[in-house]
Structures are given as C-alpha cells and as structure tokens.
C-alpha cells in the first residue's frame, strides 16, 4: 500500500513514500526505465533523474520541465503515473521516496535547450579564463547560443566564449517592475 506525504515548495515538490527493492542494485537501470517512461506517457522533457541515498533513505528524484514550464498539478500527474509504472514494473523493491519537482526559476543550464530557452533573458555564468588556472563570473543577458559560440550582454559589454569555457550557467529570476501609478 502506498503512503502519500506531499510537500510543496517553490519548486513544486511532490513527495510520495513506497516500499520495495532495488533489483540486483541496478541504478542505471531505474534512472534509464524512469527517463523513458516520463517522456513517452507525458509532455515533459526529463531535466534530470537521481536514485540516491539521502540520510539512510533511497530518493529517487525526477525534474521535469517543458517549454510552457512545470506547475504543481503537473509535478502531481507525473508523480502519480510513475508511482504506478514503478509499482507495475516492479524496478525498486525496497522503501524509497519519489520527489518529482520542476528545475526552479533558477535552474542551472544542464542542456543546450536550457540555454536556447534563456536567449533575451539574464543569465549568471562561472567560465574558465583561458590558459589560467582561474575562472571568472559575471551576469548579462544571453543573446545567441550556439555550442561553439555563446554571446552575453553584459553591463561592460558584449562577451563571447563557447559552452567548452562554462563551468556553470545559472538563470536569473527577475521580479517584474511594478506599473507606475497614474
């Protein structure tokens, strides 16, 4: 029987405790079946999948994403199907927990569509500065992204460097300005 605990936060987690096994400990196996199962039976795109032990506790965590974004419903729909294929496919046979969450507002880029969804918006990057052991960070706003090519506005102009130079690419949330009161 399956025991529901659901958490929200502003990455809109839902936490649902089961019971089970891992079979023949085989991780790779849960994160490429989970992978599958989600981007075929829903209209999201898999961000990431982790089968981890978290404080004495197997988490297996499932970021979703789309180009319209995540919302709560959305982190429920997916939790309650996988739930039910993991439970049918008989992939884990010990207590586990499944956290199905968006990436946040603030996702690091992980992929190049993560980066083509950021173009006219600002973005926190982290490079390595070439032939040096140092890296440097700065935020501007992404205007073209290409693996080869990236280009950011920044406030002491325009940069460029490839994706091979990125140690770590954040968004940026931006609280929209208020409207003027007339």
Do not use: W
Not at 12 to 36: A, L, P, S
Not at 62 to 75: A, E, H
Not at 80 to 97: F, P, S, V
Not at 139 to 159: A, D, H, M, N, Y
């Amino acid at each position: 029987k399956m025991k529901k605990n659901r958490r929200y936060s502003g990455s809109c987690c839902i936490f649902i405790h089961m019971k089970g096994r891992v079979m023949n400990g085989d991780h790779k196996k849960i994160t490429t079946d989970v992978r599958e199962f989600v981007e075929s039976s829903f209209c999201f795109e898999i961000y990431d999948v982790t089968y981890k032990q978290i404080h004495r506790q197997m988490v297996l965590e499932v970021i979703i994403d789309s180009p319209d974004g995540v919302s709560v419903l959305d982190c429920e729909t997916v939790s309650r199907g996988l739930g039910k294929y993991l439970d049918e496919a008989n992939l884990i046979d010990q207590e586990y927990t499944l956290e199905v969450s968006s990436p946040g507002v603030e996702r690091y880029f992980k992929r190049p569509v993560d980066y083509v969804r950021h173009i006219g918006k600002k973005v926190r990057f982290k490079i390595k500065i070439p032939s040096s052991d140092r890296s440097e960070s700065f935020r501007g706003c992404l205007k073209e992204f290409s693996p080869e090519c990236i280009k950011v506005q920044t406030e002491k102009g325009l940069r460029e460097f490839s994706q091979e130079s990125v140690i770590e690419a954040q968004a940026v949330f931006e609280f929209p300005t208020k409207l003027k009161r007339e």
